[in-house]
């Protein structure tokens, strides 16, 4: 993958920074965490981490990183500097005691590596404090405007990808319906990529759920119309999680006892977080890792370093959660119409 880069004009002399993880750990943290820490000891910088996120900056929790310190970490998930959800961060009295301890340490500026909930924190703690700030796209959901991908994502859809390659094997075996529960908190990014690379039957996704709530009555006659186009066969719905009262579960048990029609629940959660990180997520982390520190060096602030069609771009943090990154309407397309029809072919009914 080739990307086209301008060389780094440095416009500011930066003695010293911070990094941080926060909210859920996402697979390729720790390239990330490797590459800020690699190109500031490139650029004669200095970097503490703080440990558990924004708790740690609240109990003054860091340590020095040095190169030494993040020598072979980048095949791991995880976070090495631990990640933490810190409620009281959203209080005002929180930032103004987080600036105090980041001015005590006389840092330039300070990385975050999370999702859209860290950003919020960051753009709050940016109204208390003078330091650059700079994000860092870590989250498995996707759900960040001004990235193509975040960090983790194409981990956690390699790994409900494989899951449901699995699940196909027994379900074809037994021609079961099956119904694999994925993560994404509120965006279906996980649901569309794994039901697309995995040729599942159904996905039901925030995103299509927003105008059109899915009836189970609905589901039925999906499930019935496609075997009876199929034949035997299985049936593999993708099911984001959040999008029906229960869960997986319940909708298994509601299909079985309303419908008589045997169905088994598969609920992915954290694993989708954990084991080695994908080959793109270990790339893009170390690509924005250095973007980070350079975008410091370039006096950038209260922007996320992120990547679109191949160039490394900076974008206002607000944007990355005030707007929205859409799902991509061509492969929905595909993946409804042409993967999964359920009418027959129309230039087949004309013949
Ligand atoms: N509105 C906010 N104001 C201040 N801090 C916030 C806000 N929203 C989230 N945070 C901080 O960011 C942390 C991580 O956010 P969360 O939504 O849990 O994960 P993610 O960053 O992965 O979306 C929270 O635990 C909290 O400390
Ligand atoms: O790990 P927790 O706290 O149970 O949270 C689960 C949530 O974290 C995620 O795995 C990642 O979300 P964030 O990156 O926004 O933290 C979501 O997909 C899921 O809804």
Known sequence: MQRSRQPVSVSKNIQRIAVLTSGGDAPGMNAALRAVVLAADHYGIEVIAFRHGYQGLLDNEYTLMQPKDVQHVLQ???????????????????????????????????????????????????????????????????????????????????????????????ADAMDRVFIVEVMGRHAGFIGLGSAMAAGAERMILPELQKDKPLTISALVKHIHRVQEIRGEGSYVMVLSEHQWPGGAV??????????????????????????????????????????????????????????????????????????????????????????????????????
């Open 76 to 170: 791991y998930s995880g976070t090495i500097i631990k990640s933490a959800r810190c409620h009281r961060f959203k209080e005002d009295s929180a930032a103004v005691e987080a600036a105090a301890n980041l001015n005590a340490l006389a840092l330039d500026a300070l990385i975050i590596i999370g999702g859209d909930g860290s950003f919020r924190g960051a753009e709050h703690l940016a109204n208390h404090w003078q330091g650059q700030i700079i994000g860092v796209p870590g989250t498995i959901d996707n759900d960040l405007y001004g990235t193509d991908a975040t960090i983790g994502y194409a981990t956690a859809v390699t790994i409900a990808m494989d899951a449901l390659d699995k699940i196909r094997d027994t």
């Open 250 to 351: 319940a909708l298994a048990e509601q299909l079985d006892a309303e419908y008589d029609l045997p169905c088994r629940p598969c609920l992915l959660g954290h694993i989708q977080r954990g084991g080695a990180p994908a080959p793109a997520d270990r790339i893009l982390a170390s690509e924005l890792g250095v973007h980070a520190v350079e975008l410091i060096l370039q006096g950038k602030h209260r922007v996320m370093a992120g990547m679109r069609a191949n160039q490394c771009v900076d974008v206002p943090l607000r944007d990355t959660w005030e707007k929205k990154n859409p799902l991509a309407a061509n492969l929905l397309r595909i993946q409804h119409e042409i993967f999964n029809p359920v009418k027959k072919n129309p230039r087949r009914n004309t013949q």
